[in-house]
């Protein structure tokens, strides 16, 4: 485990600047561009709301992503449990007395945003795991107490989250919990034994679903049983990707979503708007782009000295592979509807906060990448 002193000597501006990643830097911004002109084609080839509102975060969020990337990863590692708190209070509050619409209590009102603490959750117990994996010695990580705290902090906001309902954000919440613990050094066996336990008491855990939750999951295996209501939006979403063939209908092009087709195309379903009109080159292209981006993000844990920042951008690397796999799975049909964003490409704004906030980390484990954090 490191044992980590002061960095000698001061930094200076310019350095600073120069310690950013330009490669991660440039395809987050060449992403953005590709988010906003797809948002510009879902509301149909005009600036409208979704485009201005999705256009203005992201050039406040990256903006915000570029200042924060000069604070010292120190801080980020002294502020990892305050982090947590924070937006575990922002749960509380949402399940309490958040803004309730289309049947979920999952917003607070903050006036500038709407925000959806569920969003934050997603990197604050990344943050935490990592500050609190920091300094366990290798040897100490299977014990009793270093199991059993990170799972009491990984399930309180995974049961808020269940409640409000939003069960799709509470697995991978859940999910970026886990593959922090695993690269922690927690041995495998406790994750098979959790499986085993899982896959047992699943029809347990069924029977407190709720019944559109159960609906999504028939609806997964059968999507042609009710064409017209609950197999709707994924029979089209599959239509749309299919149709857009090997070189795509063409920019402001598609037809499925012209036509009104899809719901929801700016949200979940934005990677079916963008396959329809950029085809199969076009997709790739946008997975190649996302490979670069985690890549990075993985290339600058490797060359960071402090094990917080090692485990925070593996760790947030990992999870934004399974947010954009989950996301292109179930708008292919090949995961139940879980309501799950893709990164930088989907309207909302607390995603692209909660995003934005990761890659800040991010950028300060390189900027600071030679800093040891005692």
């Known amino acids: 485990m490191f044992r980590e002193t002061a960095l000698s000597g001061q930094t200076t501006f310019f350095q600073k600047v120069r310690s950013l990643d330009y490669i991660l830097l440039m395809c987050i911004l060449l992403l953005g561009i590709i988010s906003a002109l797809s ?5 149909g080839g005009e600036i409208l709301y979704h485009t201005k509102s999705h256009l203005l975060r992201f050039v406040i969020f990256f903006s915000m992503m570029l200042i924060l990337s000069f604070i010292d990863i120190k801080f980020w590692h002294s502020t990892g449990y305050i982090f947590y708190l924070i937006v575990l209070g922002f749960l509380i509050w949402a399940s309490l007395y958040g803004i309730t619409s289309s ?3 999952r917003w607070v009102d903050l006036y500038f945003i709407n925000l959806q603490p569920s969003e934050l959750m997603k990197i604050a117990i990344i943050v935490c795991f990592a500050k609190f994996y920091h300094r366990v010695q290798i040897n100490s990580v299977n014990s009793f107490k270093n199991i059993i705290i990170p799972l009491v902090m990984l399930i309180t906001p995974i049961l808020l989250v269940v409640t409000q309902p939003d069960l799709g954000t509470s697995i991978l919440i859940a999910l970026s919990g886990l593959v922090v613990l695993w690269l922690a050094g927690v041995n495998a066996k406790y994750f098979i034994y959790s499986f085993l336990g899982l896959l047992i008491s699943l029809p ?3 029977s407190f679903l709720k019944p559109y939750q159960k609906l999504r999951i028939l609806t997964f295996f059968n999507p042609d049983k009710d064409p017209l209501g609950a197999g709707y939006q994924i029979i089209q979403s599959k239509i749309a990707i299919g149709s857009g063939g090997l070189n795509g209908k063409g920019f402001l092009k598609g037809t499925q979503s012209y036509l009104e087709f899809l719901p929801e195309k700016h949200t979940d379903f934005i990677f079916t708007l963008f396959s329809e009109e950029q085809g199969f080159i076009g997709s790739v292209f946008l997975l ?3 490979a670069i981006i985690i890549y990075r993000v993985g290339k600058i844990g490797s060359t960071c000295r402090s094990f917080f920042g090692k485990l925070f951008c593996y760790g947030y690397a990992s999870s934004l592979f399974i947010f954009i796999s989950v996301n292109m799975s179930m708008v292919l049909g090949l995961l139940p509807i879980v309501g799950s964003p893709l990164p930088i490409m989907s309207y909302g704004g607390s995603s692209m906060l909660a995003t934005m906030i990761g890659f800040s ?3 300060s484990a390189k ?7 005692a």
């Open 367 to 373: 900027v600071y990448q030679k800093r040891l954090i």
């Open 103 to 105: 049947g979920s209590q």
């Open 361 to 363: 980390i991010v950028m």
């Open 39 to 43: 948002m510009y084609s879902t509301d």
């Open 204 to 206: 347990f855990v069924i």
């Open 288 to 290: 190649l782009l996302y």
